[in-house]
Protein backbone atom coordinates (compact mmCIF):
# COMPACT_ATOMS: atom_id res chain seq x y z
CA UNK A 1 0.00 0.00 0.00
CA UNK A 2 2.60 2.59 1.08
CA UNK A 3 4.32 1.57 -2.78
CA UNK A 4 1.52 2.51 -4.02
CA UNK A 5 1.02 6.37 -2.32
CA UNK A 6 4.71 6.28 -3.05
CA UNK A 7 3.81 6.41 -7.09
CA UNK A 8 0.70 8.41 -6.78
CA UNK A 9 3.30 11.09 -5.22
CA UNK A 10 5.02 12.24 -8.13
CA UNK A 11 2.04 12.32 -9.87
CA UNK A 12 0.30 14.88 -7.55
CA UNK A 13 3.55 17.09 -7.50
CA UNK A 14 3.44 17.29 -11.07
CA UNK A 15 -0.14 17.90 -11.03
CA UNK A 16 0.13 20.43 -8.41
CA UNK A 17 2.85 22.03 -9.99
CA UNK A 18 1.18 22.52 -13.48
CA UNK A 19 -1.63 23.51 -12.04
CA UNK A 20 0.45 26.59 -10.52
CA UNK A 21 2.02 27.16 -13.77
CA UNK A 22 -1.39 27.80 -15.48
CA UNK A 23 -2.84 30.03 -12.65
CA UNK A 24 0.76 32.18 -12.48
CA UNK A 25 -0.22 32.07 -16.42
CA UNK A 26 -3.54 33.28 -16.01
CA UNK A 27 -3.16 36.17 -13.60
CA UNK A 28 0.20 37.36 -15.63
CA UNK A 29 -1.38 37.90 -18.53
CA UNK A 30 -3.87 39.80 -16.64
CA UNK A 31 -1.55 41.98 -15.57
CA UNK A 32 -0.61 42.55 -19.02
CA UNK A 33 -4.25 43.63 -20.41
CA UNK A 34 -5.01 45.78 -16.85
CA UNK A 35 -1.32 47.74 -17.70
CA UNK A 36 -2.58 48.18 -21.33
CA UNK A 37 -6.25 49.49 -20.14
CA UNK A 38 -4.38 51.73 -17.66
CA UNK A 39 -3.74 55.85 -17.61
CA UNK A 40 -0.58 57.21 -16.44
CA UNK A 41 -2.85 59.64 -14.29
CA UNK A 42 -4.62 56.15 -12.90
CA UNK A 43 -1.34 54.31 -11.88
CA UNK A 44 0.07 57.18 -10.12
CA UNK A 45 -2.97 57.51 -8.48
CA UNK A 46 -3.66 53.51 -7.61
CA UNK A 47 -0.32 53.15 -6.36
CA UNK A 48 1.78 56.51 -5.48
CA UNK A 49 4.28 54.55 -2.90
CA UNK A 50 5.94 52.82 -6.20
CA UNK A 51 5.65 56.13 -7.87
CA UNK A 52 8.13 57.53 -4.90
CA UNK A 53 10.28 54.67 -5.56
CA UNK A 54 10.73 55.40 -8.53
CA UNK A 55 11.26 59.27 -8.22
CA UNK A 56 14.06 57.81 -5.14
CA UNK A 57 16.04 56.29 -8.11
CA UNK A 58 15.94 58.88 -9.86
CA UNK A 59 17.33 60.81 -7.34
CA UNK A 60 20.37 58.96 -7.04
CA UNK A 61 21.09 59.67 -10.58
CA UNK A 62 21.49 63.17 -10.11
CA UNK A 63 24.64 61.94 -8.17
CA UNK A 64 26.17 61.33 -11.35
CA UNK A 65 24.99 64.33 -13.28
CA UNK A 66 26.39 66.75 -10.26
CA UNK A 67 29.79 64.88 -10.77
CA UNK A 68 30.20 65.10 -14.55
CA UNK A 69 28.44 68.48 -15.09
CA UNK A 70 30.86 70.43 -11.81
CA UNK A 71 34.09 68.65 -13.52
CA UNK A 72 33.15 70.74 -17.10
CA UNK A 73 31.80 73.73 -15.24
CA UNK A 74 34.58 74.20 -12.74
CA UNK A 75 36.77 74.86 -16.04
CA UNK A 76 34.98 78.65 -16.84
CA UNK A 77 36.18 79.68 -13.01
CA UNK A 78 38.52 81.95 -13.17
CA UNK A 79 40.31 80.64 -9.28
CA UNK A 80 40.21 77.33 -10.57
CA UNK A 81 42.12 77.76 -13.53
CA UNK A 82 44.30 80.00 -11.44
CA UNK A 83 45.06 77.27 -8.74
CA UNK A 84 45.60 74.58 -11.17
CA UNK A 85 46.86 75.88 -14.70
CA UNK A 86 49.37 78.40 -15.75
CA UNK A 87 49.51 81.67 -17.08
CA UNK A 88 49.40 81.61 -21.43
CA UNK A 89 49.33 84.96 -22.78
CA UNK A 90 47.62 86.73 -19.67
CA UNK A 91 45.06 84.48 -18.61
CA UNK A 92 45.35 81.00 -16.84
CA UNK A 93 44.93 78.01 -18.62
CA UNK A 94 44.38 74.19 -17.34
CA UNK A 95 47.21 72.47 -18.98
CA UNK A 96 45.94 70.07 -21.66
CA UNK A 97 46.88 66.59 -20.30
CA UNK A 98 45.33 67.28 -16.88
CA UNK A 99 42.05 68.48 -18.91
CA UNK A 100 42.17 65.10 -20.72
CA UNK A 101 43.33 63.30 -17.70
CA UNK A 102 40.10 65.11 -14.88
CA UNK A 103 37.82 64.53 -17.71
CA UNK A 104 38.62 61.33 -19.55
CA UNK A 105 40.02 58.91 -16.54
CA UNK A 106 36.59 58.88 -14.62
CA UNK A 107 35.01 57.89 -17.42
CA UNK A 108 37.68 54.82 -17.67
CA UNK A 109 36.36 53.87 -14.63
CA UNK A 110 33.25 54.25 -15.05
CA UNK A 111 33.52 51.72 -17.58
CA UNK A 112 34.87 49.36 -14.48
CA UNK A 113 32.07 50.82 -11.68
CA UNK A 114 29.47 50.21 -14.57
CA UNK A 115 30.50 46.22 -15.34
CA UNK A 116 31.55 45.50 -11.75
CA UNK A 117 28.53 46.96 -9.94
CA UNK A 118 25.82 44.72 -12.62
CA UNK A 119 27.38 41.74 -11.49
CA UNK A 120 27.47 42.81 -8.02
CA UNK A 121 23.82 43.72 -8.24
CA UNK A 122 22.95 40.31 -9.72
CA UNK A 123 24.77 38.47 -6.51
CA UNK A 124 23.70 40.74 -3.45
CA UNK A 125 21.05 42.80 -4.58
CA UNK A 126 20.36 46.26 -6.17
CA UNK A 127 20.00 47.98 -2.56
CA UNK A 128 23.32 46.54 -0.81
CA UNK A 129 25.11 47.68 -4.39
CA UNK A 130 23.91 51.14 -3.92
CA UNK A 131 24.64 51.45 -0.24
CA UNK A 132 28.61 50.45 -1.00
CA UNK A 133 28.74 53.06 -4.13
CA UNK A 134 27.52 55.79 -1.58
CA UNK A 135 29.91 54.97 0.68
CA UNK A 136 32.90 55.02 -2.08
CA UNK A 137 30.70 58.58 -3.46
CA UNK A 138 31.00 60.21 -0.07
CA UNK A 139 34.74 58.79 -0.36
CA UNK A 140 35.76 60.97 -3.70
CA UNK A 141 33.72 64.03 -2.94
CA UNK A 142 35.55 65.09 0.33
CA UNK A 143 38.82 64.52 -1.99
CA UNK A 144 37.83 66.67 -4.48
CA UNK A 145 36.65 69.33 -1.86
CA UNK A 146 40.18 69.17 0.15
CA UNK A 147 42.49 69.12 -2.88
CA UNK A 148 45.25 71.66 -3.66
CA UNK A 149 47.12 69.79 -6.49
CA UNK A 150 46.04 68.51 -9.97
CA UNK A 151 47.39 65.05 -8.65
CA UNK A 152 44.94 64.95 -5.56
CA UNK A 153 41.95 66.48 -7.40
CA UNK A 154 42.53 63.79 -10.15
CA UNK A 155 42.40 60.96 -7.24
CA UNK A 156 39.01 62.57 -6.26
CA UNK A 157 37.77 62.18 -10.15
CA UNK A 158 39.43 58.95 -10.96
CA UNK A 159 37.83 57.09 -7.34
CA UNK A 160 34.46 59.04 -8.05
CA UNK A 161 34.06 57.30 -11.57
CA UNK A 162 33.65 53.87 -10.07
CA UNK A 163 30.49 55.59 -8.03
CA UNK A 164 28.91 57.00 -11.09
CA UNK A 165 29.41 53.90 -12.72
CA UNK A 166 27.46 52.21 -10.20
CA UNK A 167 24.44 54.43 -9.94
CA UNK A 168 24.11 54.71 -13.75
CA UNK A 169 23.51 51.16 -14.30
CA UNK A 170 22.44 49.73 -11.34
CA UNK A 171 19.81 52.63 -10.57
CA UNK A 172 18.59 52.54 -13.96
CA UNK A 173 17.80 49.10 -13.76
CA UNK A 174 16.38 49.43 -10.15
CA UNK A 175 14.31 51.87 -11.97
CA UNK A 176 12.95 49.32 -15.18
CA UNK A 177 12.23 46.72 -12.39
CA UNK A 178 10.25 48.61 -10.16
CA UNK A 179 7.84 51.17 -12.47
CA UNK A 180 4.49 49.81 -13.86
CA UNK A 181 4.17 49.35 -17.49
CA UNK A 182 2.09 52.86 -18.01
CA UNK A 183 4.82 55.26 -16.18
CA UNK A 184 7.71 53.62 -18.07
CA UNK A 185 7.95 56.05 -20.57
CA UNK A 186 7.53 59.40 -18.20
CA UNK A 187 10.04 57.97 -15.30
CA UNK A 188 12.68 56.34 -17.72
CA UNK A 189 12.31 60.35 -19.02
CA UNK A 190 12.98 61.43 -15.25
CA UNK A 191 15.80 59.54 -15.47
CA UNK A 192 16.83 61.51 -18.26
CA UNK A 193 15.66 64.42 -16.28
CA UNK A 194 18.67 63.94 -13.65
CA UNK A 195 20.67 64.80 -16.70
CA UNK A 196 19.40 68.38 -16.39
CA UNK A 197 18.74 68.76 -12.73
CA UNK A 198 22.07 68.14 -12.09
CA UNK A 199 23.78 70.58 -14.54
CA UNK A 200 21.51 73.16 -13.61
CA UNK A 201 22.06 73.34 -9.75
CA UNK A 202 25.85 73.40 -10.67
CA UNK A 203 25.26 76.13 -13.14
CA UNK A 204 23.24 78.40 -10.28
CA UNK A 205 26.29 77.45 -7.72
CA UNK A 206 28.66 78.59 -9.94
CA UNK A 207 27.05 81.95 -11.21
CA UNK A 208 26.38 82.50 -7.00
CA UNK A 209 30.51 81.55 -6.28
CA UNK A 210 32.34 81.28 -9.39
CA UNK A 211 33.49 85.01 -9.62
CA UNK A 212 35.10 84.75 -5.94
CA UNK A 213 38.61 85.28 -5.20
CA UNK A 214 38.82 82.60 -2.42
CA UNK A 215 39.14 79.04 -3.88
CA UNK A 216 35.67 78.48 -2.57
CA UNK A 217 34.83 79.77 -5.90
CA UNK A 218 35.13 76.03 -7.09
CA UNK A 219 34.75 74.13 -3.64
CA UNK A 220 31.49 75.19 -2.97
CA UNK A 221 30.22 73.26 -6.05
CA UNK A 222 31.88 69.86 -4.61
CA UNK A 223 30.54 70.68 -1.23
CA UNK A 224 27.05 70.79 -2.46
CA UNK A 225 27.17 67.14 -3.51
CA UNK A 226 27.21 65.54 -0.03
CA UNK A 227 23.57 67.07 0.15
CA UNK A 228 22.33 64.57 -2.63
CA UNK A 229 24.38 62.01 -1.14
CA UNK A 230 23.22 62.23 1.83
CA UNK A 231 19.63 61.87 0.36
CA UNK A 232 20.39 59.15 -1.22
CA UNK A 233 22.24 57.61 1.47
CA UNK A 234 18.66 58.23 3.69
CA UNK A 235 16.78 56.47 1.14
CA UNK A 236 18.77 53.37 0.88
CA UNK A 237 17.75 52.10 4.51
CA UNK A 238 13.91 51.82 3.76
CA UNK A 239 14.43 51.06 -0.14
CA UNK A 240 12.53 47.97 -0.82
CA UNK A 241 14.69 45.27 -2.81
CA UNK A 242 13.59 44.71 -6.50
CA UNK A 243 11.32 41.54 -6.52
CA UNK A 244 12.28 40.55 -10.48
CA UNK A 245 16.01 39.89 -8.51
CA UNK A 246 14.19 38.20 -5.26
CA UNK A 247 12.09 35.70 -8.01
CA UNK A 248 15.23 35.10 -10.27
CA UNK A 249 17.28 34.17 -6.30
CA UNK A 250 13.46 31.89 -6.21
CA UNK A 251 13.48 34.31 -2.83
CA UNK A 252 9.50 34.42 -3.45
CA UNK A 253 8.24 34.78 -0.48
CA UNK A 254 10.43 38.11 0.10
CA UNK A 255 9.50 38.98 -3.41
CA UNK A 256 5.81 39.45 -2.13
CA UNK A 257 6.76 41.38 0.52
CA UNK A 258 9.00 43.64 -1.17
CA UNK A 259 6.18 44.17 -3.53
CA UNK A 260 4.12 45.41 -0.70
CA UNK A 261 6.64 47.36 0.48
CA UNK A 262 6.37 49.05 -3.24
CA UNK A 263 2.44 49.19 -2.62
CA UNK A 264 0.84 46.39 -4.24
CA UNK A 265 -1.51 45.54 -1.59
CA UNK A 266 -5.09 43.64 -1.66
CA UNK A 267 -4.23 40.89 -4.04
CA UNK A 268 -2.49 42.77 -6.71
CA UNK A 269 1.00 41.61 -4.98
CA UNK A 270 0.62 37.66 -5.94
CA UNK A 271 -0.70 39.16 -9.60
CA UNK A 272 2.26 40.84 -10.41
CA UNK A 273 4.69 37.83 -8.97
CA UNK A 274 2.61 35.95 -11.00
CA UNK A 275 3.74 38.17 -13.87
CA UNK A 276 7.13 38.31 -13.32
CA UNK A 277 7.56 34.35 -12.71
CA UNK A 278 6.08 33.87 -16.07
CA UNK A 279 8.28 36.34 -17.52
CA UNK A 280 11.45 35.05 -16.53
CA UNK A 281 10.58 31.89 -17.17
CA UNK A 282 10.36 32.40 -20.59
CA UNK A 283 13.18 34.18 -20.30
CA UNK A 284 14.99 30.97 -19.37
CA UNK A 285 13.83 28.86 -22.61
CA UNK A 286 16.09 31.42 -24.26
CA UNK A 287 18.81 32.69 -22.13
CA UNK A 288 21.08 30.13 -20.38
CA UNK A 289 22.40 32.38 -17.39
CA UNK A 290 22.93 35.84 -16.78
CA UNK A 291 26.35 36.27 -17.70
CA UNK A 292 27.77 39.22 -20.18
CA UNK A 293 28.27 36.67 -22.81
CA UNK A 294 24.65 35.55 -22.64
CA UNK A 295 23.74 39.24 -23.92
CA UNK A 296 25.51 38.31 -26.85
CA UNK A 297 23.46 35.21 -27.95
CA UNK A 298 20.57 34.42 -30.18
CA UNK A 299 17.35 36.98 -29.70
CA UNK A 300 19.62 39.14 -26.82
CA UNK A 301 22.15 39.90 -29.37
CA UNK A 302 19.84 42.32 -30.94
CA UNK A 303 18.25 43.42 -27.62
CA UNK A 304 21.43 44.65 -26.64
CA UNK A 305 22.62 46.57 -29.87
CA UNK A 306 18.90 47.95 -30.15
CA UNK A 307 19.64 49.01 -26.03
CA UNK A 308 23.08 50.60 -26.56
CA UNK A 309 22.63 52.32 -29.98
CA UNK A 310 21.05 55.53 -28.40
CA UNK A 311 22.90 55.77 -25.77
CA UNK A 312 26.04 55.51 -27.83
CA UNK A 313 24.86 58.08 -30.88
CA UNK A 314 24.40 60.63 -27.80
CA UNK A 315 27.82 60.83 -27.39
CA UNK A 316 28.27 61.02 -31.20
CA UNK A 317 25.97 64.27 -31.65
CA UNK A 318 28.41 66.97 -29.50
CA UNK A 319 26.67 66.36 -26.64
CA UNK A 320 30.28 66.29 -24.84
CA UNK A 321 30.62 70.03 -26.06
CA UNK A 322 27.36 71.84 -25.56
CA UNK A 323 27.85 69.77 -21.64
CA UNK A 324 31.25 70.44 -20.31
CA UNK A 325 32.01 73.47 -22.80
CA UNK A 326 29.87 75.74 -23.44
CA UNK A 327 30.44 78.45 -20.39
CA UNK A 328 34.20 78.01 -21.68
CA UNK A 329 33.18 78.47 -25.05
CA UNK A 330 30.67 81.71 -24.73
CA UNK A 331 33.55 83.89 -22.87
CA UNK A 332 35.81 82.66 -25.96
CA UNK A 333 33.30 84.07 -28.04
CA UNK A 334 32.94 87.41 -26.48
CA UNK A 335 30.76 87.02 -22.76
CA UNK A 336 32.31 88.21 -19.92
CA UNK A 337 32.94 85.63 -17.24
CA UNK A 338 29.11 86.71 -15.14
CA UNK A 339 27.18 86.49 -18.53
CA UNK A 340 28.99 83.28 -19.65
CA UNK A 341 27.80 81.78 -15.92
CA UNK A 342 23.88 83.12 -16.76
CA UNK A 343 24.03 81.45 -20.25
CA UNK A 344 24.91 78.56 -18.82
CA UNK A 345 21.74 78.62 -16.64
CA UNK A 346 19.75 79.45 -19.53
CA UNK A 347 20.90 76.23 -20.94
CA UNK A 348 20.36 74.47 -18.11
CA UNK A 349 16.59 76.14 -18.20
CA UNK A 350 16.04 75.06 -21.30
CA UNK A 351 17.06 71.61 -21.27
CA UNK A 352 15.13 70.89 -18.03
CA UNK A 353 12.02 72.51 -20.28
CA UNK A 354 12.85 70.41 -23.34
CA UNK A 355 12.79 66.91 -20.81
CA UNK A 356 9.29 68.19 -19.71
CA UNK A 357 7.89 68.27 -23.03
CA UNK A 358 9.62 64.50 -23.67
CA UNK A 359 7.06 63.23 -20.95
CA UNK A 360 4.15 63.72 -23.05
CA UNK A 361 5.74 62.79 -26.52
CA UNK A 362 7.16 59.88 -25.96
CA UNK A 363 3.83 58.32 -25.12
CA UNK A 364 2.65 59.85 -27.82
CA UNK A 365 4.38 59.77 -30.55
CA UNK A 366 6.69 57.18 -29.66
CA UNK A 367 10.34 56.03 -28.92
CA UNK A 368 11.39 55.75 -32.41
CA UNK A 369 9.64 58.79 -34.31
CA UNK A 370 10.95 60.82 -31.35
CA UNK A 371 14.30 59.75 -31.78
CA UNK A 372 14.69 59.83 -35.37
CA UNK A 373 13.24 63.22 -36.03
CA UNK A 374 14.73 64.97 -33.24
CA UNK A 375 18.15 63.55 -34.57
CA UNK A 376 17.50 65.32 -38.10
CA UNK A 377 17.22 68.53 -36.21
CA UNK A 378 20.15 67.88 -34.36
CA UNK A 379 22.15 67.52 -37.28
CA UNK A 380 20.53 71.16 -38.94
CA UNK A 381 21.58 73.08 -35.52
CA UNK A 382 24.85 71.53 -35.50
CA UNK A 383 25.61 72.28 -39.27
CA UNK A 384 24.19 76.01 -38.63
CA UNK A 385 26.34 76.47 -35.54
CA UNK A 386 29.55 75.34 -37.60
CA UNK A 387 28.59 77.76 -40.43
CA UNK A 388 28.29 80.49 -38.19
CA UNK A 389 31.58 79.79 -36.36
CA UNK A 390 33.56 79.84 -40.03
CA UNK A 391 32.30 83.16 -40.56
CA UNK A 392 33.85 84.39 -37.38
CA UNK A 393 32.35 87.84 -36.79
CA UNK A 394 31.39 88.95 -33.15
CA UNK A 395 27.79 88.64 -34.50
CA UNK A 396 28.16 84.96 -35.80
CA UNK A 397 29.59 83.69 -32.50
CA UNK A 398 27.64 84.46 -30.32
CA UNK A 399 25.11 83.38 -32.89
CA UNK A 400 27.00 79.79 -32.13
CA UNK A 401 26.68 80.73 -28.53
CA UNK A 402 22.55 80.57 -29.36
CA UNK A 403 22.35 77.55 -31.76
CA UNK A 404 24.31 76.03 -28.47
CA UNK A 405 21.08 76.66 -26.08
CA UNK A 406 18.41 75.67 -28.88
CA UNK A 407 20.76 72.19 -29.29
CA UNK A 408 20.35 71.79 -25.33
CA UNK A 409 16.54 72.10 -26.04
CA UNK A 410 15.81 70.03 -28.95
CA UNK A 411 18.49 67.22 -27.54
CA UNK A 412 16.42 66.68 -23.75
CA UNK A 413 13.09 66.25 -26.11
CA UNK A 414 14.34 63.75 -27.99
CA UNK A 415 17.26 61.54 -28.20
CA UNK A 416 18.53 62.42 -24.33
CA UNK A 417 15.64 61.61 -22.73
CA UNK A 418 14.42 58.42 -25.17
CA UNK A 419 17.80 56.69 -24.93
CA UNK A 420 16.90 56.19 -20.95
CA UNK A 421 13.77 54.46 -21.77
CA UNK A 422 15.25 52.82 -24.93
CA UNK A 423 17.82 50.69 -22.40
CA UNK A 424 15.19 50.24 -19.43
CA UNK A 425 12.81 48.40 -21.80
CA UNK A 426 14.22 47.03 -24.55
CA UNK A 427 17.37 44.42 -21.73
CA UNK A 428 15.40 41.31 -20.54
CA UNK A 429 14.52 40.83 -17.40
CA UNK A 430 17.31 38.24 -16.19
CA UNK A 431 20.07 40.35 -18.09
CA UNK A 432 18.39 43.98 -17.65
CA UNK A 433 21.76 45.35 -15.32
CA UNK A 434 24.52 43.95 -17.59
CA UNK A 435 22.75 44.84 -20.75
CA UNK A 436 22.37 48.67 -19.21
CA UNK A 437 26.07 48.68 -17.96
CA UNK A 438 27.10 47.07 -21.67
CA UNK A 439 25.13 50.13 -22.59
CA UNK A 440 26.45 52.72 -20.40
CA UNK A 441 30.22 51.53 -21.42
CA UNK A 442 29.22 52.46 -24.45
CA UNK A 443 28.69 55.89 -24.01
CA UNK A 444 31.29 56.10 -21.82
CA UNK A 445 33.88 54.64 -24.13
CA UNK A 446 32.82 57.01 -27.01
CA UNK A 447 33.03 60.10 -24.14
CA UNK A 448 36.38 58.92 -23.18
CA UNK A 449 37.12 59.21 -27.14
CA UNK A 450 36.04 62.88 -27.25
CA UNK A 451 36.47 63.97 -23.44
CA UNK A 452 40.94 62.86 -24.51
CA UNK A 453 39.88 64.55 -27.74
CA UNK A 454 38.26 68.13 -27.91
CA UNK A 455 41.06 70.14 -25.42
CA UNK A 456 43.61 69.91 -28.70
CA UNK A 457 40.28 70.17 -31.10
CA UNK A 458 38.82 73.19 -29.15
CA UNK A 459 41.35 75.22 -27.03
CA UNK A 460 42.63 78.14 -27.92
CA UNK A 461 46.37 76.98 -27.30
CA UNK A 462 45.88 73.95 -29.96
CA UNK A 463 43.77 73.10 -32.77
CA UNK A 464 41.03 76.49 -31.92
CA UNK A 465 38.40 75.08 -33.88
CA UNK A 466 35.60 76.63 -31.64
CA UNK A 467 32.03 76.38 -33.00
CA UNK A 468 33.35 74.49 -36.19
CA UNK A 469 33.45 71.30 -34.21
CA UNK A 470 29.62 71.49 -35.01
CA UNK A 471 30.66 70.30 -39.20
CA UNK A 472 32.00 67.37 -37.19
CA UNK A 473 29.45 66.33 -34.94
CA UNK A 474 26.57 66.84 -37.43
CA UNK A 475 27.99 64.50 -40.06
CA UNK A 476 28.13 61.81 -37.59
CA UNK A 477 24.50 62.56 -36.96
CA UNK A 478 23.64 62.02 -40.53
CA UNK A 479 24.90 58.74 -40.26
CA UNK A 480 23.57 57.74 -37.03
CA UNK A 481 20.00 58.83 -38.81
CA UNK A 482 20.13 56.26 -41.42
CA UNK A 483 21.19 53.38 -38.89
CA UNK A 484 18.26 54.33 -36.52
CA UNK A 485 15.73 54.09 -39.36
CA UNK A 486 16.25 50.60 -40.30
CA UNK A 487 17.47 48.90 -37.15
CA UNK A 488 15.34 51.18 -34.28
CA UNK A 489 11.93 49.52 -32.90
CA UNK A 490 9.11 51.44 -31.14
CA UNK A 491 8.80 50.12 -27.73
CA UNK A 492 5.98 52.39 -26.26
CA UNK A 493 3.17 50.36 -23.95
CA UNK A 494 4.49 46.99 -24.66
CA UNK A 495 5.12 45.28 -21.21
CA UNK A 496 8.02 43.45 -20.90
CA UNK A 497 6.65 40.13 -21.71
CA UNK A 498 5.38 41.60 -25.10
CA UNK A 499 8.88 42.54 -25.14
CA UNK A 500 10.26 39.30 -25.01
CA UNK A 501 7.84 37.51 -27.78
CA UNK A 502 8.67 40.09 -30.57
CA UNK A 503 12.36 39.66 -30.28
CA UNK A 504 11.95 35.92 -29.79
CA UNK A 505 9.87 36.12 -33.00
CA UNK A 506 12.32 38.25 -35.13
CA UNK A 507 9.85 41.03 -35.67
CA UNK A 508 11.21 43.43 -37.76
CA UNK A 509 11.79 46.83 -36.28
CA UNK A 510 9.30 49.04 -38.11
CA UNK A 511 6.98 46.48 -37.72
CA UNK A 512 6.82 46.64 -33.84
CA UNK A 513 4.85 49.56 -33.38
CA UNK A 514 1.72 47.38 -35.01
CA UNK A 515 2.54 43.60 -34.14
CA UNK A 516 -0.25 41.65 -32.14
CA UNK A 517 1.56 39.21 -29.81
CA UNK A 518 -0.04 36.26 -28.31
CA UNK A 519 0.56 38.01 -25.28
CA UNK A 520 -1.78 40.46 -25.69
CA UNK A 521 -4.16 38.17 -26.80
CA UNK A 522 -4.08 35.74 -24.00
CA UNK A 523 -4.31 38.85 -21.54
CA UNK A 524 -7.89 39.74 -23.30
CA UNK A 525 -9.16 36.52 -22.97
CA UNK A 526 -7.78 36.12 -19.54
CA UNK A 527 -9.61 39.65 -18.60
CA UNK A 528 -12.87 37.87 -19.74
CA UNK A 529 -12.37 34.75 -18.40
CA UNK A 530 -12.34 36.70 -14.88
CA UNK A 531 -15.41 38.91 -15.75
CA UNK A 532 -17.36 35.34 -16.38
CA UNK A 533 -15.83 34.32 -12.63
Not at 55 to 84: H, K, M, S
Not at 391 to 404: E, F, H, K, Q, Y
Amino acid sequence: MASVDQEKAPARDSTTQHEEIVKDEHLGHLVTHEDHETSKWQAIKQNPTCFLWCLYAVWTILLVTFENQAAGNVLGIPRFRQDFGYLHEGDYVIPGNWQSAFSGAPLATNVVGCFASAAIADKIGRRFTIMLALVLSFVSITLEVVATTNQMFFGGKFLNGFAIGTFQTVSTAYLGEIVPTPLRGIMTCLNAMAYTIGPFTVALIVNSTGQMESRWAYRAVFVSQYAFAAVAAAGSIWMPESPWWLVSQDRHEQAVKSLQRLGHKNGEEHKRLANIRVTLQEIRRETDGVTYMECFRKSNLRRTIVSLSPLTIQQLTGIVFAASYSTYYAQLAGYSVGMSFKLQITQQVLSIVGNMMSWDLIDRFGRRPLTIYGLVGLTTILWVMGGLAVGGSPAMLRGTVAMILVYCWLYNVTIGATSWTVVTETATARLRPKTVAIGNVSNSLVSIVWQFTMPYMFNPDQGNLGGKVGFIFGGLSFVCIGYLWWYMPETKGRTYEELDEMFMKKVPARKFGTYKTEVEEKGVQAQQSEAQT
